[in-house]
C-alpha cells in the first residue's frame, strides 16, 4: 500500500464555477499512473466517503491516459460564498485525497 | 490566411509585465489583444456590491499599458472588466478611468462598450412568455427552472455573453472593445470569426490562450522560482491548425501545459459548452513544433441552440466577525466546547429573535479544522496555537455587530475546570476588535437562458474618449 500524495506529483482542488468542485491529479511516471487507475481505489464512493456529500453529487472521475491525469468532479457540499465554509475558491480541498491508500 | 493574437494576462488589473507585451506588440504583429476581466472565483460579494475586487489606482495603472500601447501600435483589443462584469463598475469607475487615461496619455480612442448586464425585467418578460430556463448545474442549491422570485429577490443579474456582441461592435471600426461580463473565450473568438476561421479551432485556440500564461510553463525547471504564468500568451491561427506560445522568454509551451490547462477549472476534460454549441478536443491533436511552441489541430465543434449563462445573487443579511487568538494549551483542549456554550448562552440572550431566522452564527477554529471543517481527516493533533474565528450573519449590521461583541465577552469570561487565564481567555487582536464587514450575498442564479438573438440583451455604445 502507498498513500497517494506519494505517487501523484500534483494533487489540486479547485472550483469549476460555485457549485462544483475538481480535483486535479497529475502523475510523473506511466507506472504510478497505471498503479492508481487499475487499483480502481479512486471511485465515486470513496470521494462520498472523505469528502462527505451524497454519492450523487460526485458527477465524474475521468482518467487521462494521454497526459497521466486524474479529474475528479463533484458537487460542493457548500457552494462558494455561502456562510459557513471558508474556502472561496476550494483551493485547500485536495488534503482528504492525499491518505487515499493505493494497492 | 493567418490571424496573429496576443493573449495578456488574466484579470487585467493585477501586476503583469509590461517589457514582454511592448516587446510582443513590436516584434510579433499581433492583429489583436484579448484578455479576460470577470469571473466568478472571487465568490458573489462583488456581484452583491457592485465593486471591482481590483482597487481604482490599480486598474487606472494596467489600463494605461494596455489601451496606449496598443493605440500607439494600431492594434484592437478587446477585454472583459469589473470582477462580476456588472453595470456598477462598467459604466461608472471604468469609463472614468479610460477618460483619465486618454486625457493624461494625450490620446484620443474610440471604443465600444457593452454591457454584460441583464435587466430583471427582461428575465420577468421571459418568464412570463413560458421559457424555460434550466439550471447550468445540477445542485439542490438553484431552482430547477429560474423562478419568478429567484429574479425579484436577486440584487444583480449579468448574463456571459458570447462573441456575437463583440463581432458586431468590431464591425463599427474601433480601437476597443470594452465588455462587462463575457465568456472568456468570446473575447478571442470575436475577431477570427469575424474573419470566418473555422469555429473549432477558434474555439480551441481561444480555451488555450483565456487565462494567458497559465498554459506556459518554466523553460528552465532550475530557474529561481517566478510569476511567469501570470504573462501573456500568443496565438497564431491558420487554416487547419493554430500555434501557441509564451511572450515571457523563460516560459514555454508543452503538449503538457497546453492540455493540462483545458482541465483547469473545468467541470469536463474534453468539452466545452459555448453559447452556440460545444467543443470538443478529445481527439485534437498536439505537437511541440518548435522548444517554446505547440502546434494544435483537429479540433470539434458541435452546433447546440443557442444560450446564454445567467449569473445572480441575493443577500442574505450583514456580516460581522470577531477573531479570538488562543495559546493556552488549557483553553485549546476545550475550545469547541467553549463555543458551543457561547453559542447557546448567546440564543438565551438574543431572545425573541432566533438563531436560524434572525441570525447565524459560524465559528472556526483554525489550527485544528477551520478550512476543511467536517472533512479535516486528522482529528487528534494537539496544536499550540489557535484562531477562533467567529461569525454572525443577521438581520441587520448592528444586530451582527452586537452578537459578536457578546460573543467575545462570553468567550473572554468564560470558566472552566482547569482554567489558568483567569483575567480572560484569548487575545485580542484589534481595536475596535468586531469588525462590520457589510452585507452577505449568495449566488441563487446560475441558470442557461436559451436567445435567439445572441446580441440581443447587451447594450453596445460607441464612445470617444476623451469625453
Known amino acids: 500500500m502507498a498513500r497517494l500524495?506519494?505517487?501523484?506529483?500534483?494533487?489540486?482542488?479547485?472550483?469549476?464555477?460555485?457549485?462544483?468542485?475538481?480535483?486535479?491529479?497529475?502523475?510523473?511516471?506511466?507506472?504510478?499512473?497505471?498503479?492508481?487507475?487499475?487499483?480502481?481505489?479512486?471511485?465515486?464512493?470513496?470521494?462520498?466517503?472523505?469528502?462527505?456529500?451524497?454519492?450523487?453529487?460526485?458527477?465524474?472521475?475521468?482518467?487521462?491516459?494521454?497526459?497521466?491525469?486524474?479529474?475528479?468532479?463533484?458537487?460542493?457540499?457548500?457552494?462558494?460564498?455561502?456562510?459557513?465554509?471558508l474556502d472561496i475558491y476550494g483551493m485547500q480541498q485536495n488534503i482528504p485525497l492525499l491518505g487515499v491508500e493505493i494497492p | 490566411m493567418e490571424l496573429r493574437v496576443l493573449g495578456t494576462f488574466l484579470n487585467h488589473g493585477y501586476v503583469w509585465p509590461e517589457d514582454n507585451f511592448v516587446e510582443a506588440l513590436k516584434t510579433r504583429k499581433p492583429d489583436f489583444i484579448a484578455g479576460q476581466g470577470t469571473n466568478t472565483d472571487p465568490g458573489p460579494g462583488y456581484l452583491g456590491r457592485g465593486i471591482n475586487i481590483?482597487?481604482?489606482?490599480?486598474?487606472?495603472?494596467?489600463?494605461?499599458?494596455?489601451?496606449?500601447?496598443?493605440?500607439?501600435?494600431?492594434?484592437?483589443?478587446?477585454?472583459?472588466?469589473?470582477?462580476?462584469?456588472?453595470?456598477?463598475?462598467?459604466?461608472?469607475?471604468?469609463?472614468?478611468?479610460?477618460?483619465?487615461?486618454?486625457?493624461?496619455?494625450?490620446?484620443?480612442?474610440?471604443?465600444?462598450?457593452?454591457?454584460?448586464?441583464?435587466?430583471?425585467?427582461?428575465?420577468?418578460?421571459?418568464?412570463?412568455?413560458?421559457?424555460?430556463?434550466?439550471?447550468?448545474?445540477?445542485?439542490?442549491?438553484l431552482s430547477e427552472n429560474l423562478t419568478l422570485d429567484d429574479v425579484n429577490s436577486a440584487t444583480r443579474v449579468v448574463a456571459q455573453m458570447g462573441h456575437e456582441p463583440i463581432m458586431k461592435a468590431l464591425d463599427h471600426n474601433v480601437d476597443g472593445v470594452i465588455t462587462g461580463r463575457a465568456m472568456d473565450t468570446a473575447l478571442f473568438m470575436a475577431e477570427p470569426s469575424r474573419r470566418g476561421f473555422d469555429k473549432a479551432l477558434v474555439a480551441h485556440m481561444a480555451k488555450v490562450m483565456e487565462c494567458g500564461a497559465i498554459a506556459t510553463t518554466l523553460k528552465n525547471p532550475k530557474d529561481p522560482p517566478t510569476n511567469g504564468s501570470m504573462d501573456g500568451i500568443f496565438g497564431v491561427l491558420h487554416d487547419d491548425h493554430f500555434l501557441v506560445s509564451p511572450i515571457n522568454p523563460k516560459q514555454k509551451c508543452t503538449i503538457a501545459s497546453v492540455l493540462s490547462h483545458s482541465f483547469y477549472e473545468r467541470a469536463d476534460p474534453f468539452v466545452e459548452r459555448m453559447p452556440g454549441g460545444a467543443l470538443n478536443i478529445a481527439d485534437a491533436i498536439y505537437e511541440q513544433v518548435d522548444e517554446q511552441t505547440v502546434k494544435v489541430s483537429n479540433s470539434k465543434w458541435i452546433e447546440e441552440d443557442y444560450t446564454i449563462?445567467?449569473?445572480?445573487?441575493?443577500?442574505?443579511?450583514?456580516?460581522?466577525?470577531?477573531?479570538?487568538?488562543?495559546?493556552?494549551?488549557?483553553?485549546?483542549?476545550?475550545?469547541?466546547?467553549?463555543?458551543?456554550?457561547?453559542?447557546?448562552?448567546?440564543?438565551?440572550?438574543?431572545?425573541?429573535?432566533?438563531?436560524?431566522?434572525?441570525?447565524?452564527?459560524?465559528?472556526?477554529?483554525?489550527?485544528?479544522?477551520?478550512?476543511?471543517?467536517?472533512?479535516?481527516?486528522?482529528?487528534?493533533?494537539?496544536?499550540?496555537?489557535?484562531?477562533?474565528?467567529?461569525?454572525?450573519v443577521a438581520t441587520s449590521q448592528e444586530l451582527a455587530t452586537a452578537l459578536m461583541v457578546n460573543a467575545r465577552v462570553l468567550f473572554t469570561n468564560q470558566q472552566f475546570e482547569g482554567r489558568i487565564t483567569t483575567a480572560g481567555n484569548e487575545s485580542i487582536p484589534w481595536s475596535p476588535s468586531e469588525p462590520a464587514l457589510g452585507e452577505v450575498h449568495i449566488f441563487n442564479i446560475m441558470h442557461r437562458m436559451p436567445i435567439k438573438d445572441p446580441c440581443e440583451p447587451f447594450k453596445m455604445d460607441i464612445i470617444e474618449f476623451p469625453r
Do not use: W
Open chain 2, 309 to 392: 449563462k445567467l449569473e445572480g445573487v441575493k443577500s442574505i443579511g450583514f456580516r460581522s466577525i470577531s477573531l479570538m487568538g488562543i495559546r493556552n494549551q488549557s483553553t485549546i483542549r476545550v475550545v469547541d466546547k467553549l463555543v458551543e456554550r457561547v453559542r447557546s448562552r448567546l440564543n438565551d440572550q438574543f431572545e425573541p429573535l432566533q438563531e436560524g431566522k434572525d441570525y447565524n452564527l459560524y465559528f472556526h477554529v483554525y489550527g485544528k479544522n477551520a478550512i476543511l471543517g467536517p472533512i479535516e481527516p486528522l482529528t487528534n493533533t494537539d496544536p499550540h496555537e489557535v484562531a477562533l474565528l467567529a461569525e454572525a
Open chain 2, 54 to 141: 481590483i482597487p481604482k489606482m490599480f486598474v487606472k495603472k494596467v489600463r494605461r499599458q494596455l489601451i496606449v500601447n496598443a493605440k500607439k501600435a494600431g492594434v484592437p483589443f478587446c477585454i472583459s472588466v469589473g470582477t462580476s462584469g456588472c453595470d456598477e463598475v462598467l459604466y461608472k469607475s471604468e469609463l472614468e478611468i479610460i477618460d483619465e487615461v486618454a486625457r493624461e496619455a494625450n490620446i484620443k480612442v474610440k471604443l465600444a462598450i457593452i454591457s454584460g448586464e441583464i435587466n430583471k425585467d427582461y428575465l420577468r418578460g421571459h418568464l412570463a412568455s413560458g421559457v424555460k430556463i434550466p439550471r447550468l448545474i445540477d445542485h439542490p442549491r
Open chain 1, 5 to 85: 500524495e506519494t505517487l501523484a506529483r500534483i494533487i489540486r482542488s479547485k472550483n469549476a464555477t460555485p457549485f462544483y468542485l475538481t480535483l486535479d491529479l497529475f502523475f510523473e511516471s506511466k507506472d504510478s499512473y497505471t498503479r492508481v487507475k487499475n487499483s480502481k481505489a479512486l471511485n465515486k464512493e470513496i470521494i462520498s466517503t472523505l469528502y462527505k456529500v451524497p454519492l450523487n453529487f460526485v458527477k465524474d472521475i475521468f482518467f487521462i491516459d494521454s497526459v497521466l491525469a486524474v479529474k475528479i468532479v463533484m458537487l460542493k457540499r457548500t457552494p462558494s460564498g455561502d456562510p459557513g465554509f
